[in-house]
């Protein structure tokens, strides 16, 4: 017996919103095509609660895809927003929140000494970019198959996440020449990576130091050491994406959890605690080659907007000291054993894989463990896609592809895993494998 989901409302407003938004949404994702339903229209959410236009409400497990470590509506960051917002939205001119938000920034983060704030990750990739072909004076870069850095023109080609689940393997509109200077190559391929770095002058290194846009897939032993040693050897610059990663993974992100350190850093999501900010920043004499300090341009007329600013320092003073990240580690733990024991008790266990990080997670449908954007592909999607439907029928919800990661946050309680892991088990039953 499958439970169904009251969406009237959710539909009405689907209907509508064909009429006006291409796919009715702003963002492809958000279509739910991937799971083969329509969106459902969020009217709130508050803690790691969600509630939809037709009331029914959920555990959220997206939390906007990462921005919302401490959950929808936290009452310290709403304040911050309101007394911000008081003030005046937006001046065009410095602000001292900036300049403290800058330096929060570069205490965490090994790799960032200066920093320069931009309104989205997909600016703050291309800037670093833009920075990094200045800076070595050569203009191909090397990504990673599966890892997803925004939708700059250059960066789409087998680029994961959205892009997979729309099987869109790179995008009409991408100028030849553009997508050319992009060299990809698999993640944890030791061997590709040596031989790419040895046959292309590169400008950039660029990766996702524990990738999440193909689901959560792990550096292999050695080859985040390797990206770093391979920079050095070839003149290329190490360019971490930490969008997903930073402030998450642990206080100074993926690079402090592993201990290596990039020339350049993008960061995203956590920063803006749920507001329009990112930022890419790095080494001073690199950085200091940005507009008006140097010559290499890059603006934004919402660039520090001091809302975004409030949000993202009343975030990262909600994640001060070692305890935010014991207690997020603890929740992504509690969730990864109760989804495997979930797995176990419907008998599935040797159809799923299930990868965890401290704030992070994915549930594999695979029979071996995955550590590559191929391995991702291969995932049996229309049993990710039905386990998804069963669960949003019973209150959880969940990343609408199997190349998205869940989020855990710092609002999830243990009720709220309980309840998740419950929905997981009778989802799982339901599925033919
Ligand atoms: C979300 C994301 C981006 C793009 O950020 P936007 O703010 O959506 O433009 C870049 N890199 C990674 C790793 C991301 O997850």
Redesign the pocket.
Known sequence: MTISLRDTRSAELYARALTYLPGGVN?PVRAMRAIGRDPLFVQRGDGAELFDADSNSYVDWVCS??PLICGHAHPQIVAAITAAVARGTSFGAPTAGEVDLAEEVSRRVPGVQVLRMT???????MSAIRLARAATGRTKILKFAG?????VDGLLADAG?GLATQGIPASPGVPQEVAAATIVVPWNDHDALRAATEKHELAAILA?PL???MGVVAPAEGFLELLRSRADETGALLVF?????GFRVARGGAQELFEITPDLT?M??VIGGGL?A?AYGGRRDLMERIAPAGDVYQAGTLSGNPLAVAAGLATLALLEGEQPYANLAATTTALAEGLTDAARSAGVQDHVQITARTGLLTVFFSPTPVTDYAGARACDHNAYAAWCRGLLARGIYTPASQYEAWFPSLAHTPEQIERTTAAAAAAFAEIEL
Not at 241 to 245: F, G, L, Q, T
Request: no cysteine; charged share 15%; aromatic share 6%.
């Open positions: 963002s895809w990462g309104s989205s990750g997909t600016e703050a990739a890892a997803y850095h925004g939708h996440s996702e990738p999440a846009n994406d930490e969008v997903i990663s993008m995203g999501k329009p990112a």
